[in-house]
């Protein structure tokens, strides 16, 4: 997947794995059969893809988040529902709550953007308070999206982030025991994009402008780890445009990090990814050259700048 490494990196996986209170993903058929579900979405809302129901509204995705030493059951329900709008589509978040023996309403929004791009649903918060995020569709590159996060709580859904994005997750970064926002976001001066962290003040998200020593690390193994694998396999050509974002990124996080003989370094070995004077006989193959050495400019113009740290 093109965008893979630097949109959800190696370690995506990290919210299945680390943090238990997870939303599980629930079969959009499923979520219809819930008491009450149906009667809070739009009229005549069936699940299944869009263009099976042009005319219809389609719940498409749904997120459950249980809890196994609680009641049994939802704590919450979010659901993505496509409805017809002139010819085209319109997302709609919805997120429900048990009262009694049904769901109820806790939160209905609608977007513009025609689709979603992400939704995650979890105890992210310190103490546990559930969380609900979406990225919506519609941004100018293919995974670019506005990304809005809620607080969910007794005292009703807040509003804790909103901002353009390419991609995000929630990870227990520094080992705090709760949550932070991951996020990537689109980078004015760069191909590639690095992530930045957002911890809860109350129910709001700030940037954590602190150093991340042991997420840093972990993200230069993954690193490693792509570029090894590469270089093992002795293929002939240029690297994939995947391993071109990661060797960048590489020496991007360590520049971050004001490591910058080793940014250097990084720089340099990205640009000897890509063999010199390569015969190329399809168009396609043309067009993925350029991109490739798109990033090779950028890592060039990097290590110029980091000339001076060069290890000697």
């Known amino acids: 997947m093109l965008r893979a490494v630097h949109r959800l990196p190696l370690f995506a996986l990290a919210c299945a794995l680390s943090l238990p209170a997870c939303g599980a993903e629930l079969l959009p058929a499923q979520a219809l059969l819930l008491p009450g579900v149906a009667g809070l979405l739009p009229k005549g809302t069936v699940a299944g893809l869009p263009e099976e129901h042009p005319d219809k509204p389609v719940l498409t995705r749904s997120v459950m988040l249980t809890s196994a030493t609680t009641r049994p059951g939802p704590l919450r329900l979010a659901l993505v529902v496509l409805e017809p709008a002139g010819g085209s589509r319109r997302a709609r978040l919805l997120a429900m709550r048990p009262r009694g023996s049904k769901m109820v309403s806790e939160l209905d929004v609608t977007s513009e953007a025609p689709d979603f791009l992400d939704l995650r649903l979890g105890a992210f918060r310190p103490g546990g308070g559930a969380v609900l995020g979406v990225q919506w569709a519609g941004g100018p590159g293919p ?3 506005l990304l809005q996060i809620w607080a969910l709580g007794d005292d009703g859904p807040i509003e804790s982030f909103h901002s353009n994005a390419e991609g995000f997750y929630f990870e227990d970064v520094d080992g705090s025991g709760h949550a932070q926002l991951v996020l990537y976001a689109p980078e004015a001066d760069s191909l590639v994009f690095l992530p930045r962290v957002f911890d809860w003040q109350g129910n709001r998200l700030v940037e954590s402008k602190g150093r991340h020593d042991r997420f840093d690390k972990r993200l230069l193994a993954d690193y ?8 093992a396999a002795a293929q002939p050509g240029d690297p994939p445009r995947m391993v071109m974002d990661v060797a960048l990124q590489k020496g991007r996080l360590l520049e971050r990090r004001s ?5 250097f370094n990084a720089y340099e070995q990205a640009i000897d990814l890509v063999p010199d ?11 993925q050259r350029r991109e490739v050495l ?14 001076g740290f060069r290890p000697r």
């Open 259 to 263: 490591e910058k003989a080793a940014a």
């Open 143 to 145: 995974h670019e999206g």
């Open 294 to 307: 798109e990033r090779v400019v950028e890592a060039r113009r990097r290590a110029t700048v980091l000339y």
């Open 224 to 231: 490693d780890e792509v570029l090894d694998s590469w270089r």
């Open 277 to 287: 004077n390569l015969e190329l006989a399809e168009e396609r193959q043309a067009y």
